[in-house]
Structure formats: structure tokens, C-alpha cells
């Protein structure tokens, strides 16, 4: 008998739009793509999740239409996550929507019963048109602005500014970005 393989794994790629709180029309989940707790998780139109991607569920994502998570990218932390339409999430980025803490003497290893621990669990916006460059790594509870772009390898700590280009590490904001001209589709 065949032995199982990741491919045969329910929460690995299309298999997966089955078990979604929504799943638009034409939304693209590739075979590589792991998603943890999909029935919190909702995907708009003509989305795309890339290979070697994790994104777990935790306490509720929304992903709009023609967004793109590339591969690499994680959603981890248990809170919860907003995507605007047209944001598109480049190789590497690691977006946390909650962290254990050192608050009140508490121990940080997620693999320690509640009581041990002192978690907090967010929320992440990214409002339309948001894009973020590779390996960036956004804390819980920052809402990016619409539009707003991050270069690569950025941390963002705070909340940023709409239609603003931001780098660094933490990130700050370096220029303007010109409004999108071209139609909503
Ligand atoms: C942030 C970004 C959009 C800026 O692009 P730009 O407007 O063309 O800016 P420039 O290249 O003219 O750089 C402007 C300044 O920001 C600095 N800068 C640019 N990107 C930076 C980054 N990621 N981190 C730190 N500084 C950066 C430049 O060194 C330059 O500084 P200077 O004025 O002191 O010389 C771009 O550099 C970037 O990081 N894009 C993301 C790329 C990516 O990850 N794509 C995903 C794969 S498709």
C-alpha cells in the first residue's frame, strides 16, 4: 500500500477551499501551501497563497480579492488578520498577529500549558493596495495604511501612514507613495 504523503495532507493546497469560512471565485491555494484552522479564514477573488506558505487561522483572517501571499511568507500567532484588496505580501514575510510574553513573569514556550504563559493576541490591517517587500516581519496590532509600501527586510513595529514608502529596521517613512491611478477591479 502506497504510504500517505504531504500531498494527501487536508489542510495543504486546494483541498483546502473546501473547509473555508468563504472562498471567492477563482482563488488559487498551491499544493505546498499549509493553512491551519481554515474555517475562521476567508478568501476573496482571484487570491493567491502561495507554495511554502503557513498561515494559520487563529482568531480570524480576512483576505480580500487579487491579494498575494508569495511563498515563505507565515501567519502565525493566533490573532487576527485583515488583508485588503490588491496587497500582495513578498517571499519571506513573516506577519504576527500575537506572541507569547515575558509580562508577569511568564514562561514563552508555546508548548507550556495556559497557565504558564501570558499571550497576547492581536490584529493586523493591511488596507488596499498595501505592499510589503520580501522577508519583512510585522508585530501584532499595526494597521498599514492604504496603499502604503514596505521595503524589504523592514520591521514594523507601529502603525503606518497611507500612501507612504517606509524601510528600516524599525521602519520609517522615507517618501510618498502616488495614489494608484488605474481602476478598482
Ligand atoms: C522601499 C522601496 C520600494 C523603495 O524604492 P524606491 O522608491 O525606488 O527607492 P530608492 O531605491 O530610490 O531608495 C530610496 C532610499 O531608500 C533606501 N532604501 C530603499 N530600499 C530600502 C530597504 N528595503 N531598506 C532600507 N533602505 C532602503 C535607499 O538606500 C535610498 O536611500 P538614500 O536616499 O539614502 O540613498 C524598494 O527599495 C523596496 O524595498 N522594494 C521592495 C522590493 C521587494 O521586496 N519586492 C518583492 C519581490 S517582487
Known amino acids: 500500500m502506497a504510504s500517505a504523503t504531504i500531498f494527501d495532507d487536508p489542510n495543504m493546497g ?38 511554502f506558505t503557513f498561515t494559520y487561522g487563529g482568531n480570524g483572517i480576512k483576505i480580500g480579492s487579487y491579494v498575494h501571499i508569495n511563498c515563505f511568507v507565515s501567519i502565525i500567532g493566533g490573532g487576527e488578520l485583515i488583508l ?35 499571550v497576547i493576541l492581536g490584529k493586523v490591517v493591511l488596507e488596499k493596495d498595501v505592499n510589503i517587500g520580501v522577508n519583512v516581519v510585522i508585530h501584532p496590532d499595526v494597521t498599514i495604511g492604504e496603499g502604503a509600501i514596505i521595503g524589504s527586510n523592514s520591521l514594523v513595529l507601529k502603525d503606518v501612514e497611507p500612501w507612504s514608502i517606509n524601510v528600516g529596521s524599525p521602519c520609517h517613512k522615507i517618501a510618498d507613495r502616488p495614489k494608484v491611478v488605474v481602476e478598482d477591479i
Open 14 to 51: 486546494e483541498k483546502v477551499k473546501a473547509k473555508l469560512k468563504h472562498c471567492g471565485k477563482e482563488v488559487t491555494i498551491y499544493p505546498l501551501a499549509k493553512i491551519i484552522k481554515p474555517e475562521v479564514i476567508e478568501i476573496g477573488d482571484h487570491s493567491i497563497i502561495n507554495d
Open 84 to 118: 485588503g484588496d490588491y496587497c500582495s505580501i513578498a517571499t519571506g514575510c513573516r506577519v504576527i498577529t500575537g506572541t507569547d510574553t515575558y509580562y508577569g513573569g511568564k514562561r514563552l514556550s508555546s508548548a507550556l500549558p495556559l497557565e504558564q504563559r501570558n
